[in-house]
Nanobody, 127 residues
């Protein structure tokens, strides 16, 4: 099992930037694909971005493409989400998650329900 802990959320003005981090503990982090999801008040949780086990393939929701960048450091057991040009509609609780399948691809995150989740970090974008 993998334990995940997000950090880096906060309050930012529209057009600003934030970088979220997700620290993982447990075995085999470097073999799992990772993803970021978000949930806004009154809405269902939605997919944001995914990265494969090695970090060389990424995939994004259309709503964040060109503004957000997902990356990972397997040496640091950490996955990141760089968020630029933030909009008020990006306001949500952001979660990192993984499906503990070895050598995971971005499809592992987008087509299978993750089985490990962090506690979430709040991102608020003011207009």
């Amino acid at each position: 099992q993998v334990q995940l802990s997000e950090s880096g959320g906060g309050l930012v003005q529209a057009g600003g930037s934030l970088r979220l981090s997700c620290a993982a503990s447990g075995r085999s982090f470097d073999r799992y694909a990772m993803g970021w999801f978000r949930q806004a008040p009154g809405k269902e949780r939605e997919f944001v971005a995914a990265v494969n086990w090695s970090g060389d393939t990424t995939y994004y929701a259309d709503s964040v493409k060109g503004r957000f960048t997902i990356s990972r450091s397997n040496a640091k057991n950490t996955v990141y989400l760089q968020m630029n040009s933030l909009k008020p509609e990006d306001t949500a609780v952001y979660y990192c998650a993984t499906k503990t399948v070895e050598w995971g691809t971005v499809l592992t995150i987008t087509t299978e329900v993750p089985d490990s989740w962090g506690q979430g970090t709040q991102v608020t974008v003011s207009s």
